[in-house]
Each structure stands twice: as structure tokens, then as C-alpha cells.
């Protein structure tokens, strides 16, 4: 199933790619902030392109009706589900701008974000990486969500990178989160000219990390990375579509992932570090300790068990990491701490919230 509405005479500046699977009740959502919150380009200077991977849901119907409202919509959906993976690159190749954002069909864009996303392009980077505020499922603010620690006088950050690395060491020591490496989909604007010169990586489809993995070689060539610093992404929280099949194969998604792409990609023990200690930033001691008394058979449970050994041991053996392993290994499973901690799970919530806020 494919239609288009189409009213471009000229290539469009940016093409959001948008891979989609269920999100009927959010796509409108999407598109909406896209077109509304223009100030500075035209409507002909974008185009949206989704591609649908089966869904069963509304979202075919929701993707029409718009079309009518808003020129510049290509839609395709196929009769089977590809997998994240699979369909960020079949939706990538459907764009015809000169930088596709990867976006997802659940978050939003703020009002003006074109004016600080044209002044970007200038700089010419052939990545923009662009920050969020962290929102709740209905899309109301819980706090923002820099990518990188700047200077607050600082609008725009670039590295620069080569062969050799170049300032590889300073971006990974500026970072806060994966994102740095590409793990938030929405925050990626990638120059449309440098994705198509990268190869695919289907080594890595079934793991959600495809793009990352396509995207790393950015660090041994000549390049450039861009950082907006202005948060202009609210990302819909309580969403995540890695949930699909329980917090263990969350946690696997990330730890595995994350682990194979360190491997392949950082040969050098300083950068290995920095990767792995924003992985336990990601994924905390909380949210094992919460999976472990949450996991429903033994089989999960010695799944999680071998993850809690690779993220704490196996990735990188330091005093702070083997204290978290130990802290695993000691504490409680069973169905009365779950019950309180279920109890209270909003109020801890808000409580880790406000702590990232406070410290990073």
C-alpha cells in the first residue's frame, strides 16, 4: 500500500524519515508539530516520508486524512513487519532531501524548530544532533534531556574528526548519554549525501542498533558533528517500543547492543570506558534490581543474571561496577518488595527524574 502527496518542484532542504509500527494514536501528533511549527521554511522546503511496517491499527487512515491537509507526505506500508532495524533504512532510501532527520512517530518538534536547525546547516556538519525535553506519555514536560554538557553561553557545539580520531576523546568525555552515539532516533539530522555513502549494516538488524552501527565510521574519516543545544524534540516518555516483549529484553537490547558496538568500533581502554559508563548510566542498578524482582520465570531470571555479569564484569571490572554486581547478587527477589515498590513506583520515578535534573 503507497500513496503521495507531493507538491515539491525542487529538492526538498530536509526529508523526515519516519518508520513507524502502531502509533496510529501519535503519528497526527508528529506531523502536525512538523509542518505548524515551521517560522522560517516553507512547506516545499520539507517532505515526510513514513514507512509503515504493517500496522494493524489506524495509522494508514490517520496518514490519508492528513494528506489532505498537508502537502508532502509520502506514505508506504508493507505487508509485513521488517523489524526497526530493516525499515530505517527502507525509509531513509525513500527520501529525496539534501539531510533526513530520523524521527520517530511519537515524538514531537517545538515551535521555531526550523530557525535553529537552518542556522545548524551552515556549519555544514554531516551529523546534527539535536536534544530533548523527556516528556510523559500525554507529552507533559518532566525534565530536559541534553545530550552533551556545554557551556550555557553556547548555542551550537562542533567537533571535528579524521582517521585518527580528531577530537573523538572530547566528545565522548562532553557526552551524557548513548545519544552521543546515535541511540535517541529523533535527535539525528544526518546529511543525506553521507548516509547513502555508508554501507548497511544487516549484520546488526534484529538488534534496534542498525543506524548507530552505520552511522560510527563518522569518527575515523574526515567529518563533522553538530550539537544544537536549544531543546527543540519533546520525546514522548512511557512509549518505548523496545518494551515490546518485557523489561529483560529491554535491558538485553541495550547491554548486548551497546557491548557489540563497543567492541567493533573502540579499540582504544579509555574510550571503552566512557561508552560503558554512559551504558550504566542508561541502564542503572535500579532498573536491574527492579527487573530481577519483577521477572516472571527462571528462564528470564538467568537471562538477567548473565546481563548483570556482562554489564558490571565483563564490559569493564572496576571497584564501583563489581559493588553494583555485588548489590545485585544481595538482594531480595520476591513478590512483597514488589508489591511495595509498585506501590511507590510513580513517587520513585520522580525522584530519579529530579536527580538527573540536579546532577546529570
Known amino acids: 500500500m503507497e500513496f503521495t502527496k507531493i507538491q515539491n518542484q525542487r529538492q526538498p532542504l530536509i526529508s523526515f524519515a519516519i518508520p513507524t509500527y502502531n502509533f496510529g494514536k501519535y503519528i497526527a501528533e508528529t506531523i502536525k508539530s512538523i509542518f505548524d ?8 522546503d520539507i517532505e515526510i516520508v513514513i514507512l509503515d511496517g504493517g500496522s494493524t491499527d489506524d495509522t494508514e487512515d490517520v496518514v490519508r486524512n492528513l494528506s489532505k491537509s498537508y502537502f508532502n507526505i509520502r506514505y508506504k506500508k508493507n505487508t509485513r513487519r521488517g523489524g526497526i532495524d530493516r525499515d530505517l533504512d527502507e525509509v531513509a532510501l525513500m527520501a529525496t532531501g539534501r539531510y533526513i532527520w530520523l524521527f520517530s512517530a511519537d515524538d514531537t518538534l517545538c515551535r521555531g524548530w526550523d530557525a535553529h536547525l537552518t542556522d545548524a546547516i551552515l556549519i555544514d556538519a554531516e551529523i546534527i544532533l539535536v536534544p530533548a525535553m523527556l516528556c510523559s506519555l500525554n507529552m507533559q514536560p518532566i525534565r530536559t534531556n541534553p545530550i552533551f554538557s556545554t557551556d550555557p553561553e553556547e548555542i551550537f557545539k562542533i567537533w571535528t574528526f579524521n582517521e585518527k580520531g580528531g577530537q573523538i576523546e572530547d566528545y565522548l568525555k562532553s557526552s551524557i548519554t548513548l545519544e552521543a552515539l546515535f541511540g535517541f532516533l529523533s535527535a539525528i539530522v544526518v546529511k543525506a549525501c553521507f548516509w547513502r555513502s555508508l554501507p548497511k549494516r544487516e ?28 531543546i527543540i524534540i519533546n520525546k514522548r516518555g ?21 557491548t557489540k558496538i563497543t567492541n567493533e568500533f573502540f579499540n582504544e ?3 571503552k570506558l566512557k561508552i560503558i559508563s554512559r551504558l550504566r548510566r542508561d541502564m ?9 524482582i519483577a521477572s516472571k520465570s527462571d528462564a528470564e531470571r538467568r537471562r538477567l543474571d548473565s546481563l548483570a555479569k556482562q554489564h558490571w564484569i565483563f564490559n569493564s571490572r572496576v571497584s564501583h561496577s563489581i559493588y553494583s554486581y555485588v548489590l545485585y547478587w544481595g538482594f531480595p527477589s520476591n513478590r512483597f518488595i514488589l508489591k511495595v515498590v509498585d506501590r511507590n513506583l510513580p513517587t520513585l520515578k520522580k525522584i530519579r527524574h529530579k536527580m538527573r535534573s540536579m546532577f546529570g
Not at 37 to 44: A, F, T
Not at 206 to 226: D, E, N, Y
Not at 284 to 292: D, Q
Open 37 to 44: 511549527g515551521m517560522i522560517h521554511l516553507s512547506p516545499e
Open 203 to 230: 549484520d546488526y538488524y534484529g538488534t534496534c542498533w542498525a543506524h548507530c552501527a552505520r552511522l560510527m565510521p563518522v569518527f575515523s574519516r574526515q567529518s563533522k558533528i553538530g550539537y544544537i543545544t536549544k
Open 284 to 292: 542503572p542498578l535500579a532498573l536491574f534490581l527492579y527487573a530481577k
Open 238 to 258: 512511557e512509549n518505548d517500543s523496545f518494551m515490546e516483549h518485557g523489561l529483560v529484553n529491554r535491558i538485553s537490547i541495550a547491554v548486548d547492543g551497546w
Open 269 to 271: 581502554k579509555n574510550l
